[in-house]
């Protein structure tokens, strides 16, 4: 196969066919065979991800040929996302380590912060961030290049996922203003109090846990599983986040498709929903003057 197929566009085309006939699941930053097959392709030649067009006629060498059809095998026999056969994921155009310790990142936090839509604080105002539950630390890291004068800290319960973040943190030279915490919750935070929180939680319903496609089973459960509606954990952030806020401070929490729920349950609450270029109403925004009204 690999003395058959000799260009970039030969690899793409074959697969996208090999993808499609396996019936693959996708959702890992890439929505269609299309999408998986041009990342595979671009990461695996360590090409610029964002337009594989100029690269369609260029052909390959054997070692290049080699390292794709391998790649592309995996992606079928292992069912494991591309982001973990690769050790990259992207956020907001940024490259992120990957591996099983984490879930691939792709939480709709990042576009917001990205946007910086006018209910979040002005960067000037932000002094203290927190994410929570930061898994691969992406979260953090946005948040420390969006707010440069801010002291960010970011905390998890698995020193695995831990690991990760740390990594990725050197990557971006920002240790000495990201500060990792291991622990449950705000468990590990001495009392801290923040202008802003953002957390992508485990948020998964029992029984979409129990239904995950092999590539969503390749990610570590307890990044994923949020208890018989999906609302354990954030029930849990709702409860504490009060006195972690900072006076005129907020948070930021994607949340999955509970809203329903969260509108019954805490109805005394006055929630933003922000909307995102691919999700209406999966994350909420609530400032601490919100929670004491």
Same mark, same amino acid.
């Given at each position: 196969m690999t003395r058959e197929l000799k260009t970039v566009r030969d690899f793409l085309r074959y697969a996208v066919t090999t993808f499609t006939r396996a019936d693959l699941h996708y959702g890992?930053?890439?929505?269609?065979?299309?999408?998986?097959?041009?990342?595979?392709?671009?990461?695996?030649?360590?090409?610029?991800?964002?337009?594989?067009?100029?690269?369609?006629?260029?052909?390959?060498?054997?070692?290049?040929?080699?390292?794709?059809?391998?790649?592309?095998?995996?992606?079928?026999?292992?069912?494991?996302?591309?982001?973990?056969?690769?050790?990259?994921?992207?956020?907001?155009?940024?490259?992120?380590?990957?591996?099983?310790?984490?879930i691939v990142p792709r939480s709709y936090i990042g576009e917001i &912060? /990205?946007?910086? *839509? +006018?209910? %979040?604080? @002005?960067?000037?105002?932000?002094?203290?961030?927190?994410?929570?539950?930061?898994?691969?630390?992406c979260l953090a890291i946005l948040a420390?290049?969006?707010?440069?004068?801010?002291?960010?800290?970011?905390?998890?319960?698995?020193?695995?996922?831990?690991?990760?973040?740390?990594?990725?943190?050197?990557?971006?030279?920002?240790?000495?203003?990201?500060?990792?915490?291991?622990?449950?919750?705000?468990?590990p935070l001495a009392g801290r109090t923040f202008d802003l929180i953002i957390t992508n939680p485990p948020y998964v319903d029992e029984q979409a846990m129990m239904a995950l496609p092999p590539e969503y089973g390749a990610e570590p459960a307890i990044a994923l599983a949020g208890g018989e509606d999906g609302l354990d954990i954030v029930?849990?952030? &709702? /409860?504490?986040? *009060? +006195?972690? %806020?900072? @006076?005129?401070?907020?948070?930021?929490?994607?949340?999955g498709t509970g809203r329903e729920i969260l509108e019954e349950e805490y109805a005394h609450l006055d929630f933003l929903w922000p909307h995102s270029e691919e999700g209406e109403g999966e994350v909420f925004w609530l400032t601490r003057e919100a929670f004491r009204s």
């Open positions: 890992h930053g890439a929505g269609t065979a299309m999408d998986e097959a041009a990342f595979i392709v671009l990461e695996g030649l360590s090409l610029p991800i964002d337009d594989i067009n100029p690269w369609l006629d260029a052909r390959l060498t054997a070692a290049e040929r080699e390292r794709l059809a391998g790649l592309i095998d995996a992606r079928v026999t292992t069912r494991r996302p591309a982001a973990y056969l690769l050790g990259k994921a992207y956020v907001q155009g940024l490259p992120f380590y990957v591996d099983e310790r984490v &912060l /990205a946007g910086e *839509p +006018a209910f %979040l604080p @002005a960067p000037q105002d932000v002094r203290s961030v927190l994410d929570l539950c930061t898994g691969s630390g420390a290049l969006n707010y440069p004068e801010a002291e960010a800290h970011a905390s998890d319960i698995s020193a695995g996922a831990l690991d990760v973040a740390a990594r990725n943190i050197a990557d971006y030279g920002l240790e000495d203003r990201i500060t990792l915490h291991h622990g449950d919750l705000f468990e029930r849990r952030i &709702l /409860a504490e986040a *009060p +006195a972690r %806020l900072s @006076a005129g401070g907020g948070i930021l929490c994607e949340f």
